[in-house]
C-alpha cells in the first residue's frame, strides 16, 4: 500500500522536468506562501531535516512532507495531479504554464490498519 501515487499526466510532466533538470524531490511544506501546494525542485536545492517525512516515491521522485503538515494528512491517501494555472511558488513546473496539486481521500479500513493511523 502506498501513501502517495501520482496520476498519469503529473507523470508526463515529471519525467519532462526530470530530463531537464536530473535527480528531482517533491516537498510539501504546508508553509504560509503556498499553503499544502505539492513543490517539486532540484534534489541539491531543497534542505531536508529530520522534520520532513518520506511518504514514498512517485514517478521515481521521492515525495516528502514536513512532519507538522503531516500531522493533518496522515490519515489520507494522497494523489498528485496537476493542471493548467501558475502557482505561486519556486517549484520547477511553474515556467510551464502548470502547478501540481494534491488530492485526498481518507484511508479505507485496510489501508488505516496497514500504517495504524486510528
Excluded at 508526463?12 to 508553509?31: D, T
Aim: net charge negative.
Amino acid at each position: 500500500m502506498k501513501r502517495v501515487e501520482i496520476t498519469k499526466e503529473a507523470a508526463v510532466v515529471v519525467e519532462a522536468l526530470k530530463a531537464k533538470h536530473g535527480e528531482l524531490i517533491f516537498h510539501q511544506s504546508g508553509g504560509c506562501c503556498d499553503g499544502s501546494a505539492p513543490m517539486i525542485f532540484e534534489k541539491d536545492d531543497m534542505y531536508l531535516d529530520e522534520s520532513d517525512i518520506l511518504l514514498g516515491s512517485v514517478a521515481g521522485v521521492n515525495f516528502y512532507m514536513n512532519q507538522d503538515q503531516f500531522e493533518y494528512w496522515k490519515h489520507a491517501h494522497l494523489t498528485v495531479d496537476v493542471t493548467e494555472g501558475r502557482g505561486a511558488s519556486f517549484s520547477l513546473e511553474i515556467p510551464l504554464g502548470l502547478r501540481f496539486l494534491i488530492h485526498s481521500r481518507l484511508f479505507d479500513e485496510a489501508e488505516q490498519a496497514f500504517f495504524k493511523t486510528v
